[in-house]
């Protein structure tokens, strides 16, 4: 049997590391995780970037002592991955550099007003919208004890009360749909911007958020794979879409929000449920 001889002393150092005793079971079931890990990410890295691959002059071989840690040529793939096919936060990115992702983390890249002091960073028009959403609404209603006097007195300037918007629960959505069909404005886009308030898009990006508004879900993963790649590529590329339509909407609003926003309440109005 032939042996490769180490190219470089990283490399000799790696295979001196593959030579040690393991002493237990979960050590073991930990090291083969880590190196299941390792071949997936550099098996995905040259089916998905090849010309990239072959360019690289970083190791593939995590630093000595440190398999906890991705390689390099690793770390090279995980920033192609949000630089070209789907994002990953900030947090995700840096703690790459020191722990190791086992798996693909999801991070919610929807509309997220749940938490504490979100709603106050939504623009005037994603507020005016919250009445109009059942998660709104409910928060609105239950969790705000003050949230009429609060929406009251945002939109006092633009002549727009909360008793006056009709509960969306009265609200024929089918009506409203082909209502907002026949349109030519952004305003087309309304039905879509309820749903991302709702997180109801069934879009894996836009609806992972608490729906208590009292703690944040933990985040979704997926294995590394070509499946999971896929998928969340072509699910980013729809959730891409529809946050671009839904920003039309806000943009639209924003540029003149008074008569705009009057024009909303009356469509809102034309989609209520027969009595």
């Known amino acids: 049997m032939s042996h490769l001889v180490p190219t470089s002393m990283v490399e000799a150092i790696y295979s001196l590391q593959e030579c040690q005793l393991t002493l237990d079971a979960s050590a073991a079931l930990n090291y083969l995780e880590t190196q299941l890990n390792i071949y997936s990410l550099l098996a995905l890295y040259q089916q998905y970037f090849p010309i990239e691959w072959s360019s690289s002059q970083a190791t593939i ?6 398999l906890h840690r991705h390689s ?4 090279e793939f995980i920033v192609l991955i949000y630089t070209h096919l789907f994002p990953l936060s900030h947090w995700i990115v ?12 999801v991070t919610p890249m929807g509309i997220n007003w749940t938490m504490d002091d979100e709603i106050e960073h939504l623009k005037h028009s994603w507020q005016l919208l919250l009445p109009l959403s059942h ?13 009429s006097d609060w929406f009251d007195d945002e939109f006092a300037m633009y002549g727009i009360k909360y008793s006056d918007i009709d509960h969306p629960d009265k609200i024929d959505y089918k009506q409203l749909q082909r209502q ?8 087309k886009f309304l039905p879509l ?5 709702d997180h109801q898009t069934k879009n894996i990006w836009l609806d992972e958020y608490a729906d208590d508004f009292y703690y944040q879900p933990d985040h979704t993963t997926l294995p590394w794979s070509k499946a999971s790649i896929d998928f969340l590529t072509r699910k980013w590329q729809q959730a891409s879409r529809m946050l ?3 920003d039309n909407l806000i943009d639209w609003l924003e540029t003149d929000l008074k008569p705009y926003a009057q024009i909303l309440l009356h469509l809102w109005k034309q989609a209520l449920k027969p009595h």
Do not use: V
């Open 72 to 75: 390099p040529r690793e770390l």
């Open 61 to 66: 071989y995590p630093i000595a002592n440190q």
């Open 193 to 197: 911007a309820l749903k991302l308030l």
């Open 94 to 105: 840096e703690t790459a550099y020191e722990e190791r992702l086992h798996s693909i983390p």
């Open 135 to 147: 998660n709104g609404r409910r928060w609105l209603d239950e969790l705000h004890p003050e949230g």
């Open 180 to 187: 907002c069909n026949n349109l030519n404005s952004p305003l």
């Open 244 to 246: 671009d339509h839904a």
